[in-house]
């Protein structure tokens, strides 16, 4: 079956279409210049350039494949912004209406969570420790549709606190790529930074108070950084925030023992982070989807889709898009 992925939840248009696991075709546009004046995505310029690139990105997209080998559609149905959200649900349900075509509403968080099975031959139950721009959480996967959240962040997220941070200090949006790079000419043990929740181990993440001391340290500086300065900084920054992502999937993995563990989201891009964790599930199978698909994608939209269908769950049309959308509440 061939499965047309949408994906508008926040900065990313992006359309896909797989046959089971191999991508068919896709497009995909960042908007990261629409956004990089402004160090972070603007929920209304994000909802009108989904809107524009949407139907050019489509016909181009389908044109040359033909519409009618279609099998199913799906949507990112939420959580996200909901301008962007609205703007790819109402596309869909009029493609899938004109077309006569099934059509699924995909939970963001699901899709990220199950890209890893499209490459990789992954069995229920696994732990998913998501890393993304909006969501940090440790999920135990247990089967299709049946989530439980062991922990998740008690404030920022910490792709929002790399993103905040790198603005902070001038580097422009996202802020984890171009942390990640500067990092590698760095020490990471330059720069004294508190590592979050150091004392207070389990399931759950906090990355203000971080950020908050990634802040004053930068204020305090008594003359602009120079770019040494900077590496050494995003350096014992991503040293921390790994300190502090390592131990709770140790604890995770400790309390609550897989036999594999998927990273994914936006931040599961970042091979120190990878390499980092790898260290702690020694004892495990641990799995990223390929980088281009750890970030905002279609394709693992396509393939959420894809798994519901070929579960026998039924596609429904009258779905309403969710701003927050817990991954428990997503059947
Ligand atoms: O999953 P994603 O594309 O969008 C959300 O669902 O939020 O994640 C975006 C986040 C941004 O905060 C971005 O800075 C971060 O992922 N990110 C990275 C890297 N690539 C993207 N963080 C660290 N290292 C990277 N290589
Ligand atoms: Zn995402």
Not at 38 to 66: C, E, K, W
Not at 189 to 199: G, M
Request: some cysteine.
């Amino acid at each position: 079956m061939i499965f047309l992925g949408i994906e508008t939840s926040c900065d990313e248009t992006a359309l896909a279409l797989i046959q089971e696991r191999r991508i068919l075709a896709q497009c995909l546009y960042s908007q990261t210049q629409e956004h990089q004046a402004y160090g972070g995505v603007v929920p209304n310029i994000a909802a009108h350039a989904h809107i524009h690139h949407l139907p050019s990105m489509a016909r181009q997209l389908l044109t040359p494949f033909g519409v009618e080998k279609i099998g199913g559609i799906a949507v990112t149905a939420g959580p996200g912004l909901v301008g962007g959200l609205l703007v790819g649900a109402l596309f869909a349900k009029g493609l899938a209406l004109s077309l006569g075509k099934p059509l699924w509403g995909i939970h963001h968080l699901e899709a990220h969570g199950l890209m890893a099975r499209m490459t990789e031959e992954i069995p229920f139950p696994y732990l998913l420790l998501l890393l993304s721009g909006g969501h940090c959480q440790l999920v135990l996967m247990q089967a299709l549709g049946h989530y439980r959240i062991l922990g998740e962040t008690l404030d920022d997220a910490v792709g929002e606190c790399l993103d905040k941070v790198a603005r902070c200090l001038g580097l422009g949006y996202p802020g984890g790529p171009i942390i990640e790079r500067l990092a590698l000419q760095g020490d990471p043990h330059s720069i004294a930074l508190p590592v979050p929740l150091q004392k207070d181990i389990g399931y759950h993440f906090s990355f203000s108070g971080l950020k908050t001391a990634c802040f004053q340290w930068i204020k305090a500086q008594p003359t602009p950084l120079s770019e040494g300065q900077k590496a050494d900084f995003c350096a014992s920054l991503q040293r921390v925030i790994a300190d502090s992502l390592c131990a709770r999937l140790a604890y995770a993995l400790q309390h609550t023992p897989v036999a594999t563990c998927v990273v994914s989201g936006g931040v599961a891009a970042n091979r120190y982070f990878y390499h980092r964790l790898k260290e702690v599930a020694a004892g495990v199978r641990l799995v990223t989807p390929p980088v281009a698909y750890c970030t905002d994608n279609a394709v693992m939209v396509a393939w959420a889709g894809y798994e519901r269908a070929r579960q026998g769950i039924s596609p429904y049309m009258h779905f309403a898009v969710q701003a927050r959308w817990s991954l428990e509440e997503c059947r």
